[in-house]
């Protein structure tokens, strides 16, 4: 069972990580053998589509804010259970912000208004830096709940993902 369960956290992590967009650096060979430079990728996210463009739907955007959610009630289970510390919950926090930074909306209607308005409330906040951002703060935990909300309304649940555990 402890092998699911990291293997499980091992995928949710991963996926946490590509979300997060982790930096890449080096070279790719090119076939020629010709070294190919591999661009970073941005800490800052891609530009949303632009209102009416309905290339996201809300559905994908509920569902990429439970992504966010699985971090941040993963990182809050572990420290109530005195298996991480604090310190370490920061680091989640900040991964959070990141991944909800990158969060896609339409550009329009009630999911993409409340989610831009978390996103404006909760920063993203380097890895690298020290601090827990916004992401646990009372005024963001209002905002979390008129997403939550907005989403229940467009008929797309928020899910959350359980990894840790033992």
Do not use: K
Request: charged letters at 15%.
């Amino acid at each position: 069972m402890r092998s699911v369960r990291t293997l499980i956290g091992s995928v949710v992590l991963t996926g946490a990580l590509t979300l997060a967009g982790c930096a890449s650096s080096g070279s790719d060979t090119a076939p020629d053998g010709a070294a190919t430079p591999t661009p970073e990728r941005s800490a800052i996210p891609a530009a949303a589509p632009t209102p009416g463009s309905n290339a996201v739907t809300d559905a994908e955007t509920c569902s990429a804010i439970g992504d966010v959610m699985s971090i941040r009630f993963n990182a809050d289970v572990a420290v109530s259970e005195g298996r991480m510390d604090t310190q370490e919950q920061g680091g989640w926090y900040r991964l959070a912000t990141i991944v909800l930074s990158r969060v896609p909306t339409r550009g329009e209607g009630p999911v993409s208004d409340s989610v831009s308005a978390l996103q404006s409330a909760v920063p993203p906040v380097a890895l690298a830096a020290y601090g827990r951002g916004e992401i646990g703060s009372d005024d963001s935990d209002q905002q979390w709940s008129a997403v939550m909300q907005s989403c229940t309304e467009a008929g797309s649940e928020i899910a959350t993902v359980a990894f840790t555990g033992g």
